[in-house]
């Protein structure tokens, strides 16, 4: 089973959860039963997962904790975060919002990945999924309009085989990585300090193309600045209904998820304070002010129905990840 299609199947059972859940899960005491919760986010402000993050923090206020914080704790793609929490109290006092790459890739990629999920986190509730994307600036002439367009230009064009992202290591890097190997074109691999400088070099012109998550391209694709190319999903994107997946183009073999965004505890929390945990965000996650944040910022929206069922999924995706990066080859220097 690819990545792609076992998001199929995800999404597909999140449907049915998200009909039945709202009224079959317990509530959460009326009273709070901390005085202030931490949420650690391994982002810097502004960002997806922080803004996501606040979201819900906001609406966890008063039911799960009198006070909910967001923490950031940016750096080292999202380690610093899982780090701090595998040393925070398992009580439910504090809470890991993360996506999940770098719990499922990272482990394939970092020779010294300083914890395991296995042991030091707690999966708690999924929130949404993650669509990555293929867009390209004005470099690209405008009579292409397709990826397979975009093969033909490249050929005819090898000065410009390359690619930009935010990361090395990153789900974009393996995206670009099949498609070189899928279209038959070496493409080089130009990583970024994130996607915003990646952005700034495409739009002037400096490189053709960049891999994101779909939401980092939105604005400059509205505004004219890029244009999205294709999108790496089963089916297209809500949000960008007139762009084609990959496989709609001839390139199925192109297929990457772009995670899926989650709470956790740290490792050893007791069943009961996971669930204490879960029943409080199962619901909120669900929210319309939440659900509509998920859609703002490139998140296809869903939840998992228990613990178990997210732990799943983190399992599959783990498993999925091994032979495309063994295959790619790819290993952190860090």
């Known amino acids: 089973m690819t990545l792609r299609s076992f998001k199929r199947r995800t999404l597909l059972f999140v449907a049915a959860a998200l009909a039945t859940v709202a009224t079959s899960a317990p ?42 914080v967001v923490e950031n704790k940016a750096g080292a793609g999202g380690q610093l975060a899982i780090n701090e929490a595998m040393r925070a109290p398992n009580d439910g006092s504090t809470l890991l919002f993360s996506p999940s790459p770098m719990l499922t890739l990272y482990p394939h990629t970092y020779p010294n990945l300083p914890y395991d999920m296995n042991k030091d986190v707690e999966p708690v509730a999924a929130s949404g999924f993650g669509i990555l994307a293929l867009a390209v600036g004005p470099l690209v002439p405008d009579s292409v309009t397709n990826v397979n367009e975009l093969v033909e230009w490249v050929k005819k064009n090898p000065q410009h085989a390359s690619y930009a992202t935010g990361a090395p290591g990153s789900p974009m890097h393996f995206l670009g990585a099949l498609l070189s190997e899928a279209a038959g074109v070496p ?65 199925p073999q192109v297929d990457g998820s772009g995670g899926i965004m989650g709470f956790f505890l740290p490792g050893g929390a007791s069943p009961e304070v996971v669930k204490h945990a879960f029943e409080a965000l199962q619901p909120v996650v669900q929210r319309d002010s939440v659900v509509e944040v998920m859609r703002q910022t490139g998140l296809e929206p869903g939840t998992s129905a228990s613990p178990e069922e997210f732990a799943g999924w983190l399992r599959n995706e783990y498993d999925q990840w091994q032979p495309i990066v063994k295959r790619v080859g790819f290993t952190s220097a860090s």
């Open 27 to 68: 509530a959460v005491a009326a009273e709070p039963k901390f005085d202030t919760v931490r949420i650690l986010v391994g982002f810097p402000p502004g960002g997806m997962p922080d803004t996501l993050s606040r979201r819900v923090a906001a609406e966890l206020t008063g039911t799960y904790a009198k006070s909910v």
């Open 187 to 251: 493409l080089d691999h130009v990583p970024y300090r994130g996607t915003p400088p990646a952005l700034l070099d495409i739009i002037g012109g400096q490189l053709p193309m960049a891999l994101s998550s779909q939401g980092e391209f939105f604005a400059m694709h509205r505004d004219g600045k890029i244009r999205i190319l294709a999108v790496a999903a089963d089916n297209r994107s809500e949000a960008l209904p007139d762009v084609p997946t990959f496989a709609e183009q001839g390139f």
